[in-house]
């Protein structure tokens, strides 16, 4: 594993946004979701994310998810990825996304 600075650290983007819609997406190569987050003064983005095994459309609407925002935008099919989702693989490689305690504001730094 390659160490980093903490300069380096401090100019990548996690930031709190809150799951206002998600969509299927059938034409992805790996079942996934597309996803709407609303990332407060960071403004509603929308990613996709291979989330589908542990988690539905309904439970996933109005949960706080984990996010690096300041990646370049990525082309997933005929997609616009604008952001990475962020979660651990479980035993069988499914994703378990990273989730907050609480509440926070969205938008928030992870510092």
Do not use: C
């Amino acid at each position: 594993m390659k160490e980093i600075t903490w300069s380096e650290f401090e100019q990548v983007e996690i930031r709190a946004g809150t799951i206002l819609e998600v969509f299927d997406f059938p034409e992805a190569r790996k079942p996934a979701f597309k996803v709407k987050v609303d990332f407060g003064p960071y403004g509603v983005r929308m990613s996709s994310a291979q989330i589908t095994k542990h988690y539905t459309k309904e439970t996933l609407v109005g949960r706080q998810i984990v996010a690096v925002t300041n990646f370049p935008k990525k082309q997933i099919g005929k997609f616009m990825s604008e952001f990475l989702v962020t979660g651990f693989a479980d035993e069988n490689g499914d994703i378990v996304l990273t989730s907050l305690e609480r509440p926070v504001p969205d938008g928030s730094k992870l510092i």
